[in-house]
């Protein structure tokens, strides 16, 4: 997909890969569109041509404002991209209902919702791409994150869904699937916190500006799936050919987190 000149709507886009796809976006000519909750920090994002809305797209008044003032400056939407997520270190069997629902309603409904809302204008025009940002606990199931994982997983599915449906229309979807990315993210998820061996891993991360460039090509690409670093179509790979492996190893990484 073309975007120079491509009007892109980015949640989460204060910091971390929101932010680094902002940057990324700008540098191939895109016109930008960006929220999060942090003014301040959201601010400091993108060019004096960006347009800001700081807000909580949890709230459907902040979703309908923030695509009605996208359509009023810049006439329509090409991209969205549905960065804004939240973890949950917590079992699945005792977690807090409040707190997964809070999870669900940030990593499923928001993107579905603002799916719906972008995409009459996509369909009007004949083009466009959603982009969702999921993960690859989405793909393999991380005993530490079960109900993250699960969010993660219907948002892939979600994904897929919308690329058949709107397809007719010139409208394609794209999943990505991150890995480790050196962000914040750890230290704003809910609940308690991760395995050490995964809190201090650094073996396999990679950079939110590494993330955001994988998702800019695959954007220009017309990308049905990106898994980012690559390295974790492995993980994928075994776990689709050793299932009982790969669960044994995660069960044990968590069952040290559990007796730490």
């Not at 949640?11 to 909750?37: H, N």
């Not at 695959?218 to 690559?230: F, I, K, N, Q, S």
Request: positive net charge.
């Amino acid at each position: 997909m073309r975007i120079q000149g491509s009007v892109v709507l980015i949640t989460g886009a204060s910091a971390g890969i929101g932010a680094a796809c902002a940057r990324e976006f700008e540098k191939r000519g895109a016109r930008l569109s960006l929220v999060a909750r942090d003014e301040q920090k959201l601010s400091r994002v993108g060019g004096a041509e960006t347009l800001r809305t700081a807000g909580d797209v949890t709230n459907e008044d902040t979703r309908r404002q923030l695509v009605s003032r996208t359509v009023a400056r810049f006439g329509g939407i090409d991209i969205l991209v549905n960065n804004a997520g939240m973890g949950l270190y917590a079992p699945a069997w005792n977690a807090s209902m409040d707190d997964a629902r809070k999870l669900f309603e940030l990593n499923l409904f928001a993107p579905l919702a603002l799916s719906q809302l972008v995409a009459p204008y996509m369909r009007e025009r004949r083009r466009g791409m959603i982009v969702n940002i999921s993960s690859i606990a989405g793909k393999v199931t991380l005993p530490w994150f079960t109900l993250y994982s699960v969010s993660k997983f219907a948002l892939g599915s979600l994904t897929e869904g919308l690329r058949m449906e709107l397809k007719g229309f010139g409208i394609q979807a794209m999943t990505v699937w991150p890995g480790y990315v050196r962000t914040e993210f750890q230290s704003h998820a809910l609940g308690s916190r991760p395995p050490k061996v995964i809190s201090q891993g650094r073996q396999f991360t990679v950079s939110a500006e590494k993330c955001a460039a994988a998702i800019v090509r695959g954007v220009e690409r017309d990308a049905r799936t990106v898994v980012v670093p690559p390295l974790f179509w492995l993980l994928v790979g075994l776990d689709r050919l050793l299932p009982r492996v790969v669960e044994s190893r995660l069960a044990a990484i968590n069952q040290d987190r559990a007796s730490a």
